[in-house]
Structures are given as C-alpha cells and as structure tokens.
C-alpha cells in the first residue's frame, strides 16, 4: 500500500510542478497564490497555501510512520479514489491548457474553459486535490492527517468562493450562463 499510496502522491504533484514549469518556459507565472492581494482573499489564499503545503507533509510523514488501521476493502478503495483524483487532476490542467492558475490572477486574462472535464464540473482541480486527500486518508488513517486534511479541503472550498466572486468581473454572462448549467464539484442540470 505504501508503494501505491506514493505513486497517489508523486503522480499528483508531478502533474502540478510539472505544469508550472512548463507555463513558466512560457513566462506564465501559474502560482499567483496570495501574490499581490489585500484582505479576505490574501488571507484565504495564505491559510490554503499553508493548508495544501501541510497536507503533503502530513501524508507522507503517515505513509512512512502510520501502520494501516482501516480493513483492507477501504485501504484498497482509497488507492483507487487516489487514482481517480489523480486522473481527475490531470484532465483538469490539460484541458485548462494555458489558462490555468493557482490563485485568483487579477491581472492576466485567459480564456474561460467550458468543456472537456469543465462540462461537468466547474472545479475539477480542487475536486481532485479532495479524492487524492480522502484517497490517502483511507490508506493511512490517523487523527491529525484528517484534520489538516479536513481544513485543507475547508480552505479549497473557501477558494473556490474567492473564485466565484471574481470569474463574473472578467468574464461576465458566459461565466454565469455556465455557473447555472454545471455544478460547483460534478454534475450539470439538465
């Protein structure tokens, strides 16, 4: 399970390194977290920041120190959730293509991205940050994994209202003809 559980783990945050360096040969600075904001939104992006950092620590420090406790159905079915999220997350950067940020960026302008894994949620990235946490934490059960991982979910969700606030100011009735047909985490009405 260990072996698995890293594999969760590297793929995920291969993907997300792996993105940022390829946007900075671009000279796209994807890592806006908490860059050059004031208030309520600095303030929610510096505790995410700090939330997402601590996750990792937390589960790789469980996966080297934490014995399983869990039966084994649920350790096997937080691997595959881990996959899923990892999936997941990889759909969401390559379809976001260029327009993709971590943080709000007030001042570059992308292109709104509707389809691919969009069409059915509007959150697919921080949707797979959630399955990867659950995913670990059902292999490596342990108290303080989940609540640090229970307030780095908290602070992604917190995010993503910072994010609906913001999306109508740059990109106005197609962002809210979009809001009213695709669900925040998955699903889309009909």
Not at 33 to 39: H, M, Q
Not at 60 to 84: C, K, W
Not at 150 to 164: D, G, N, P, R, Y
Request: glycine residues 6%; proline residues 3%.
């Amino acid at each position: 399970m260990r072996f698995a559980v890293l594999f969760v783990i590297a793929f995920f945050y291969s993907v997300y390194l792996g993105k940022m360096f390829v946007q900075r040969k671009k000279g796209i600075r994807t890592d806006q977290i908490a860059v050059g904001k004031k208030g309520t939104l600095f303030f929610t992006e510096l505790l995410m920041k700090i939330a997402t950092y601590s996750v990792v620590v937390s589960e790789i420090i469980s996966i080297f120190v934490v014995r399983p406790i869990l039966p084994m159905p649920l350790q096997i079915a937080g691997v595959l959730i881990g996959l899923l999220g990892d999936a997941v997350f990889l759909c969401a950067v390559l379809t976001m293509k260029d327009s993709w940020r971590a943080g709000i960026s007030e001042s570059d302008r992308t292109k709104i991205v509707t389809g691919g894994i969009y069409s059915a949620s509007r959150n697919p990235a921080f949707l797979a940050f959630d399955l990867v946490y659950l995913g670990v934490l059902l292999v490596f059960f342990n108290v303080p994994l989940l609540a640090i991982s229970a307030f780095a979910a908290v602070m992604l969700h917190l995010q993503i209202l910072q994010e609906e606030k913001f999306l109508p100011t740059v990109f106005g009735d197609e962002y809210r003809n979009y809001k009213n047909h695709v669900f925040r985490y998955l699903g889309r009405r009909k």
